[in-house]
């Protein structure tokens, strides 16, 4: 018992920490926080400090303690002016700029006043973020001199330790894989709900400040495994303020790859924006509002048959806030953003013809409500409720018969991580209903702040809360129109023209994916409560600890209960100023993060609205495999169909353990939410006008997903008395995944230039590459019939898909000298660099024959291979080289509206690498022309056993290269 105890108060005591003691989750403000002296060094308790900013509803004030400390949180990102007075000394005031969820330090000194007098000092806060969180911090005035876009994502990729090199280009953070991070906006989550990436719930014009964290990060943040971005949008004033853009875009103003069929549509596309925002009542209500309408139109290229296509999206995005100063400590905001879309020609996966395309549409909603409450000069409270809404519709196939509804791949090709498909859209928009897909959340949280002056022991800002996140998805998963795919032996290509090859020699599947129970809607729960102490215990010495517990409870989409799991979180972290003076600090910090649990993990063994899979091995009359004439798939997939259906069809023996979710594969009891321990090491320096750090962050991830299929495992058996090996969802103690990352980041400011940049080198490392683009999230079959694999070939470690040791990204902006009556002319150029991403290769093989089978019903029939070292293979390394010009002028004597135009040439010298295409390895499992190999005595000989394909390492499709040279302006009005 007393050892039990031990171990709680041990836990409680090593609570991590971050740097970001600021109001964190919820709507992410910041706190200006700091110790008042005399000429002696000495504390002055009982000085009045005040705070204004045109962000700020009125004025904001705070009075030292007896020990000279102060703090005053709850303020919106902005430039603000701070006041110091006592009677006897000289009144100070500065100038500092706020950062969201982050504590800007500001300690002063005061002088004796001889007379009446105040000493007014002006002060920047630095561009880079100097706290022991790894974070960079964007503002939306910075971002717009630069040539990147105005978007969350844009904002986000200029970090360091960022890169788009998941599947699909998502984005990867701190090596964590694309699903694993946190994207919040004005403090609500807005991850779509499988893959994780941040939904487009914002209207550009109307974004105020970004900021990307992916280290040392606050207790206050949990359901992550990678890193943490911050936005946040405009609030009004006391002003009545606005802007009107348009943006010109043209998919003709582009140059063309060098895709041999890459075309454009010569079509303007515009971008129309609007923001407004002001006072309803001086300092007590402000409104905002925002708008975004468009509907461009791009040409397309199909992978493989080069085919050309136009697609078109229109999309409406809304926004409206209201903030309502109850008086100066109580304050309450309301939001709400809206956005739909429509698309013509959408697609899903690699496809390869005009058949496998669709329309869709979504409608997304963001509702919010925020409350803070300065109780006291060291007592504050805050409350958030928040609710996403994203609803997709009428996505996939429109027919359901056996021909047109049946998607067909070839399986001798692979683009990214999937076989190319033809002939019938994936997924299915008249089945069951109609497709409507839900990917909800909702989130309701409060928390308390305690700031506690000590004489002895510095001053410590406490933070403790409560949480209560729900995720919610529902859908029948539908993956084809007619419920069955063909993946066939190999396609013949004739212009447009494919035709499909089923060969009888084990190479042609036919699998058939049905539903077995409507969903009723999955229910993922996450309570959490967590502990923050930001404790400043002298000038010089400072520590950040903290502490998350979360619980989870979880049903799956036929209502079971699946999970029941809780861990601990702690997180501690260590800065030391040598000075006292804030230029020089280091900083240390060990932290554990715990994702959520994925929806994809939860859903792996349930019932409703799932999809089983079967798959049987085609054996009838061979198709399109002479000299022709060929049969396309509308004569080829009646022979194939008339055999199957002839011959037992669906009863037949499968080629594989089928899985039928709820019967042959369940989730474990004991299966708990992936985890990351984090060891980091960072250094800042802030010099007169300027700021740079240094980080290094190592993580080790634990606990991934992987599936357990063995002897032990068991059977089941289904209504008809039909036996089938049984496979248990759990954590794999064999899946590994490593990341090292050294990252530096730097700013500088002169007169009229302004210049920065970072470089990233890390590493990517291990064994498990735990998502693909058709799944998202997938899980290690490592425990599966482990009879019939080996590391060395089948899991061997080495550097993960979407690897990029190099990554650099520096910028300038120059105000161009000229009389103030043409206006003002910026000039912004970016360049970016980022060596070759790494590349998962491996082929098929069958290891049946070489195993005696010690029991199984169905032995696994194909295992991966790994014929050259696992991340060996690299695309392109990339460079580009961007440039923007912005001008604008003043219109009348106030000066207070503004005409400007801002244009953009992207990669101005139109380089052309590959970051995608053909990476298919050719076997006997895939090709009869390749002769087998025992795989456990016998190295594979290249053009025997295995072989690239044909088309290796070459595009297949004109967005493989990196994106072409592009031109576009916008103009518009500001006021």
């Not at 998502?170 to 894989?177: E, F, S």
Request: with cysteine.
């Amino acid at each position: 018992m007393i050892m039990r105890v031990a171990r709680i108060l041990f836990s409680l005591a090593a609570i991590a920490g971050s740097a970001a003691v600021a109001s964190a989750q919820g709507n992410p403000t910041g706190t200006i926080s700091g110790h008042v002296s005399d000429p002696d060094g000495l504390a002055v308790p009982g000085a009045a400090v005040t705070v204004a900013s045109p962000v700020l509803q009125g004025l904001r004030t705070a009075t030292t303690s007896s020990n000279g400390d102060y703090i005053i949180p709850f303020l919106p990102a902005g430039d603000y002016e701070v006041t110091f007075e006592l009677q006897g000394f000289r009144t100070v005031k500065r100038t500092i700029g706020v950062k969201m969820a982050e504590t800007q330090p500001l300690n002063i000194t005061f002088a004796l006043a001889a007379v009446a007098e105040s000493v007014t000092v002006a002060g920047q806060s630095p561009d880079v973020v100097l706290s022991s969180t790894v974070a960079s911090n964007f503002r939306k005035e910075q971002l717009e001199l630069l040539p990147v876009g105005r978007a969350l994502n844009d904002a986000v990729l200029l970090a360091p330790g960022v890169s788009g090199t998941g599947p699909s280009g998502n984005i990867m953070m701190a090596g964590a894989l694309s699903f694993e991070s946190q994207y919040l906006i004005n403090g609500v989550v807005v991850n779509e709900n499988l893959r994780g990436q941040a939904l487009n719930l914002f209207i550009e014009d109307a974004v105020q400040e970004t900021k990307v964290s992916t280290g040392a990060i606050s207790a206050e943040y949990g359901r992550f495994g990678g890193g943490v971005v911050n936005m946040i949008t405009k609030s009004g004033g006391n002003s009545f303020s606005g802007s009107l853009r348009t943006t010109f875009n043209n998919d003709a103003w582009r140059s063309l790859t060098p895709f041999p069929t890459d075309q454009t549509v010569n079509k303007i596309a515009p971008v129309y924006e609007g923001t407004l925002g002001g006072p309803i009542k001086r300092d007590r209500i402000w409104f905002f509002g925002a708008g975004r309408f468009t509907k461009p139109e791009t040409s397309q290229t199909l992978s493989v048959t080069g085919i050309n296509y136009a697609t078109s999206t229109d999309e409406r995005r809304y926004e409206g806030k209201v903030t309502y100063a109850l008086n100066t400590g109580n304050n309450a905001r309301f939001g709400y953003t809206k956005r739909t879309t429509s698309v013509a020609n959408n697609r899903f996966g690699t496809i390869m013809d005009l058949a496998s395309l669709y329309d869709n549409s979504t409608d997304q909603h963001l509702y919010t409500a925020n409350y803070t409450s300065v109780v006291s000069n060291t007592f504050f409270l805050e409350g958030q409720y928040s609710r996403k809404i994203s609803a997709t519709m009428d996505t996939g196939s429109r027919f359901t018969d056996l021909v047109k509804g049946t998607p067909i791949s070839d399986r001798q090709r692979l683009v990214g991580t999937a076989n190319p498909v033809f002939n019938s859209p994936t997924f299915c928009a008249v089945c069951g209903g109609g497709w409507l897909e839900h990917r909800d959340n909702w989130d309701w949280f409060g928390k308390a702040s305690y700031f506690l002056s000590t004489q002895k022991l510095g001053s410590h800002n406490f933070v403790a809360g409560f949480d209560n996140f729900k995720e919610w998805r529902k859908n029948d998963n539908w993956q084809s129109g007619s419920q069955y795919n063909i993946a066939a032996t190999s396609t013949i290509i004739d212009g447009s023209t494919i035709y499909p090859v089923f060969r009888n020699d084990n190479t042609t599947f036919i699998n058939w994916l049905p539903i077995l129970q409507q969903s009723v809607g999955n229910d993922i729960r996450t309570y959490s409560a967590y502990l923050n102490d930001a404790w400043r215990y002298s000038s010089r010495l400072s520590f950040n600890l903290g502490a998350r517990f979360d619980l989870n409870r979880s049903k799956d989409q036929s209502g079971t209960a699946v999970v029941r799991d809780s861990q601990w979180s702690p997180r501690v972290g260590l800065t030391w100023d040598p000075g006292g003076d804030g230029k020089w600090s280091t900083s240390a910090g060990f932290a554990r993060y715990v994702s959520g649990i994925s929806t994809a993990l939860v859903d792996a063994g349930s019932a409703g609205g799932r999809q089983a899979s079967f798959s049987w091995l085609y054996l009838g009359p061979n198709v399109n495999t002479g000299s022709g004439p060929y049969l396309t798939a509308d004569k080829a997939l009646p022979i194939l169909w008339d055999w199957f259906f002839a011959n037992g069809g669906n009863n037949r023996t499968t080629r594989t353990t089928p899985n039928i979710p709820g019967l042959s594969t369940r989730v474990s009891s004991d299966v708990t939410s992936p985890s990351v321990n984090e060891v980091s090491l960072g250094v800042q320096n802030q010099v007169r006008r300027g700021a740079w750090r240094l980080d290094y962050v190592h993580r080790k991830s634990a606990d991934m997903y992987g599936d357990f299929l063995n002897l032990s495992t068991g059977r089941v058996t289904d209504s008809a008395g039909r036996p089938f090996d049984l496979t248990l969802v759990s954590n794999s103690p064999q899946a590994k995944r490593r990341y090292d990352g050294l990252t530096a980041d730097a700013r500088y400011r002169f007169t009229s230039l302004q210049v920065g940049g970072n470089y990233t080198l890390s590493r990517t490392w291990g064994n498990f590459n735990g998502e693909n683009v058709g799944s998202g999230p997938i899980r290690a079959t490592f425990d599966t019939f482990a009879e019939y694999r080996q590391e060395s070939w089948n899991f061997p470690t080495g550097y993960n898909p979407g690897d990029q040791r190099h990554k650099t990204r520096a910028w300038l902006a120059y105000t161009v000298p000229m009389r103030e009556t043409l206006g003002h002319v910026e000039v912004g150029v970016l360049q970016r660099a980022d060596s070759g991403v790494a590349v998962d290769v491996n082929g098929s093989v069958d290891t049946r024959p070489y195993v005696t089978n010690p029991g199984y019903v169905t032995p696994i029939s194909n295992v991966a291979y790994y014929v050259i070292p696992r991340g060996e293979f690299r695309w392109d390394s990339t460079f580009s080289t961007d440039l923007a010009i912005t001008w604008g002028k003043k219109l009348g004597q106030a000066g207070r509206s503004e005409v400007f135009f801002r244009g953009i040439v992207s990669n101005l010298t139109n380089n052309t690498a590959r970051q995608r295409g053909d990476i298919n390895i050719n076997t006997r499992f895939n090709n009869t022309a390749f002769q087998a190999f025992n795989p456990f005595t016998t190295a594979p000989v290249q053009g025997a056993n295995w072989d690239y394909s044909p088309t290796f390492g070459q595009p297949q499709a004109f967005d493989d290269y990196q994106p072409a040279r592009q031109f576009g302006f916008s103009a518009g009005l500001r006021f």
